[in-house]
């Protein structure tokens, strides 16, 4: 059973900037939610995606936007970076529908925005 | 507006001691409360849930104990272990909402000292 995988680990990039960062999903779980977990802070909710759609956003601008594949994998897309994007952004695993609703989460991509 | 809240930022707790971690919560419709343990460099790892119709609910060293009257909630470690040392997430989610949505609060870290 493979787990979740995140790629990159860490990144840089100028303000203006675009990015995408990619989740590769826990075998059998259907169900991929991002997270940003800004400095001192406990990870918030940017969107969900089931069977390939959004299913649930948090308070996030529409310059994040996602995708999800029919493997699973997933990826975050955002436009137009600025200084505070600057955050570990955690992809996160679940199975919809399964009663342990607990997510499995990667390891993070540390984004830097300078 | 935190709608889960962990008060205390630290703990200090010697090695075969107790651990109690707290955390507060304002949104009545949650319906299912999980503790994540976060290593530096690695993405939070599940640790414990409990849904809103227990008030206890036991994993080895671990115990999770549910005060809905109170909206509060609470992470009880016995024995202590230097291993423990991480920083810990109080998470709370509607069950019958979007899964995966998870709200965190802002984490304690927990030092256990030899």
């Known amino acids: 059973e493979t787990g979740v995988t995140q790629s990159p680990t860490h990144l840089i990039k100028t303000r203006g900037q675009q990015v995408t960062l990619r989740c590769s999903s826990q075998?059998?779980?259907?169900?991929v939610s991002w997270y940003q977990q800004a400095l001192g802070q406990g990870p918030q909710f940017i969107f969900q995606?089931?069977?390939?759609?959004?299913?649930g956003r948090g308070n996030f601008p529409p310059r994040f936007s996602g995708l999800q594949f029919p493997n699973y994998s997933s990826e975050l897309n955002v436009n137009a970076l600025e200084l505070d994007d600057s955050a570990l952004y955690l992809c996160?695993?679940?199975?919809?529908?399964?009663?342990?609703?607990?997510?499995?989460f990667g390891q993070g991509t540390r984004l830097t925005v300078v | 507006d935190q709608q889960v809240k962990q008060n205390s930022p630290s703990l200090s707790v010697q090695e075969g001691r107790i651990s109690i971690l707290n955390c507060d919560y304002t949104n009545s419709m949650f319906d299912y409360f999980l503790w994540y343990k976060k290593y530096p460099a690695e993405g939070p790892t599940f640790l414990i849930s409990?849904?809103?119709?227990?008030d206890k609910n036991e994993d080895g060293r671990f115990t999770v104990f549910l005060n809905k009257s109170a909206k509060h909630l609470s992470l009880h470690i016995v024995p202590s272990q230097p291993g423990d040392s991480a920083v810990y997430f109080c998470a709370a989610m509607n069950y019958g909402g979007s899964q995966g949505n998870l709200i965190f609060g802002k984490g304690t870290k927990l030092s256990v000292k030899p």
């Open positions: 075998s059998g779980h259907n169900t």
């Open positions: 995606y089931y069977r390939e759609e959004e299913n």
């Open positions: 996160a695993s679940s199975l919809v529908g399964h009663q342990n609703t607990e997510a499995f």
């Open positions: 409990i849904s809103s119709i227990k």
